[in-house]
C-alpha cells in the first residue's frame, strides 16, 4: 500500500455495494448456511390437484378471471333489463296505465 491515505469515491463505494448485492443474490442461503447436521428424510405429501406448471397456473388464472369478467357483466345486463323494465312499467302507469280512455 502507498503511504498517502485514499479516500474511496462515491462512485466506488455504490459500484461495491453493488457488487456485493449481486454475489449475494448470486450464492444460494443454503450454501451460505450449511450445516454438518444430517438431512432429515422429507414425508412426501400428496400432489395437489390443483395445475403444476406455470403455464397451466396462468391458465387457471386466466380461466378464473374471464368467469369473474363473465358473471360480472352478465349481472349488469340484469340489472339494466330490470332498471328499463320497471322504467317502462312507471312510464305506462304514469300514462294511465296503457289502458285507453274514450275521448269526449
Given at each position: 500500500m502507498s503511504g498517502k491515505?485514499?479516500?474511496?469515491?462515491?462512485?466506488?463505494a455504490f459500484s461495491l455495494l453493488g457488487l456485493a448485492v449481486a454475489i449475494g443474490f448470486a450464492v444460494p442461503s443454503t450454501v451460505l448456511t450449511a450445516s454438518d447436521a444430517e438431512a432429515q428424510?422429507?414425508?412426501?405429501?400428496?400432489a395437489?390437484?390443483?395445475?403444476?406448471?406455470?403455464?397451466e397456473r396462468r391458465q387457471?388464472?386466466?380461466t378464473h378471471r374471464t368467469e369473474?369478467?363473465?358473471a360480472r357483466r352478465t349481472?349488469?345486463?340484469?340489472?339494466?333489463?330490470?332498471?328499463?323494465?320497471?322504467?317502462?312499467?312507471?312510464?305506462?302507469?304514469?300514462?294511465?296505465g296503457g289502458e285507453?280512455?274514450?275521448?269526449?
Open positions: 491515505n485514499e479516500m474511496i469515491s462515491r462512485r466506488e428424510a422429507q414425508t412426501t405429501a400428496p395437489p390437484s390443483g395445475p403444476q406448471t406455470g403455464t387457471a388464472r386466466r369473474r369478467r363473465q349481472h349488469r345486463a340484469e340489472r339494466r333489463h330490470e332498471r328499463r323494465a320497471g322504467r317502462h312499467e312507471r312510464r305506462e302507469k304514469r300514462r294511465g285507453t280512455t274514450p275521448k269526449q
